[in-house]
């Protein structure tokens, strides 16, 4: 069983930054991808971003591209998430997700294991 750890949520006034850390753990594990989701209060869980851990392909969604910069340590087995320019509208809980297989990275169906989850709340 994989374990996840996010880190480095926080209050941030609008046009601020604040980077994410998610560390996985728990013995010998692959994998295909880590990925970030969001949930606002109210709504339903997005997909935020995702990086494939060997090809090193990083893929956004449109709300955030060009703001935040996903990235990962290999040997660390920790992924970031560096986000600029917060706009109040991108406050939500933040969750770290991975996956050994490699399905439908866009989709949170598309991970095996979760964080608990880093609050991000920006102020305007």
């Known amino acids: 069983q994989v374990q996840l750890k996010e880190s480095g949520g926080g209050l941030v006034q609008a046009g601020g930054s604040l980077r994410l850390s998610c560390t996985a753990s728990?013995?010998?594990?692959?994998?295909?991808?880590m990925g970030w989701f969001r949930q606002a209060l109210g709504k339903e869980r997005e997909f935020v971003a995702t990086?494939?851990?060997?090809?090193?392909?990083?893929y956004y969604a449109d709300s955030v591209k060009g703001r935040f910069t996903i990235s990962r340590d290999h040997a660390k087995n920790t992924m970031y998430l560096q986000m600029n320019s917060l706009k109040p509208e991108d406050t939500a809980l933040y969750f770290c997700a991975h996956t050994q297989y490699g399905h439908i990275l866009r989709s949170q169906n598309g991970y095996e294991n979760w964080g608990q989850g880093t609050q991000v709340t920006v102020s305007s």
């Open positions: 990086f494939t851990w060997s090809a090193g392909n990083a």
């Open positions: 728990g013995g010998t594990f692959n994998t295909y991808a």
